[in-house]
């Protein structure tokens, strides 16, 4: 799972994916609570992603994939739409069960600070456009439809502005053939 949320996506998004999905690849299918029989009994089904942007595969770090392969391999359940991340009632994650029964322990397991789950989404994200991830690509990777989300992924560090200077630098040395415009215009006149 903490792949996953390094990939920068929501905890619902694989915990709604299938098996029916190619490696390195994550689609947006997410469970959500809705109503069932009684008034007050609520289950976790099927829905559409809130908006179109939502509906998008999202290709993975390759330094997950082996082990999600095996997960898949030993954990998920069968079939082509079998849950690749399933609950202790063999039914999609929900919420709390997942905090309390997994995911405090795999942190106190791995020795990591307590920390949210959906901070790896922001963690990835953030990687994502210090990587170089235009807004647009951020947009599509988090399944939003406006610039809003993504900016705020946009961290400014002195490591990335340095980054940005020495790409600058390069094409500016490419295009003028290592010597400055002062350089050049300060060189003699040789037409006259």
């Given at each position: 799972m903490v792949g996953y949320g390094a990939a920068g996506v929501?905890?619902?998004?694989?915990?709604?994916?299938?098996?029916?999905r190619p490696p390195g690849r994550m689609p947006g299918r997410s469970p959500q609570s809705g109503p069932c029989g009684g008034a007050l009994r609520r289950r976790l089904v099927f829905t559409e992603p809130k908006s179109a942007a939502g509906r998008r595969t999202v290709?993975?770090?390759?330094?997950?994939?082996?082990?999600?392969?095996e997960h898949v391999k030993d954990f998920t359940q069968d079939g082509d739409k079998g849950l690749i991340f399933a609950g202790p009632d063999?039914?999609?994650?929900?919420?709390?069960?997942?905090?309390?029964?997994?995911?405090?322990q795999a942190l106190q397991d791995t020795g990591l600070p307590k920390i949210h789950f959906h901070d790896l989404r922001h963690t990835g994200n953030t990687l994502a456009a210090s990587a170089g991830a235009s807004i647009?690509?951020?947009?599509?990777?988090?399944g939003h439809s406006s610039t809003r989300a993504a900016m705020i992924y946009q961290h400014s560090t002195d490591e990335r502005q340095r980054e940005v200077a020495r790409k600058l630098d390069g094409l500016?040395?490419?295009?003028?053939?290592?010597?400055?415009?002062?350089?050049?215009?300060r060189e003699p006149d040789e037409t006259g």
């Open positions: 929501r905890r619902a998004g694989p915990a709604g994916t299938g098996r029916d290709v993975i770090p390759e330094l997950i994939i082996e082990d999600l392969r063999d039914g999609p994650l929900r919420n709390t069960n997942f905090n309390r029964r997994v995911w405090i647009r690509e951020l947009m599509e990777r988090m500016a040395r490419g295009a003028l053939g290592e010597r400055s415009g002062t350089q050049r215009a």
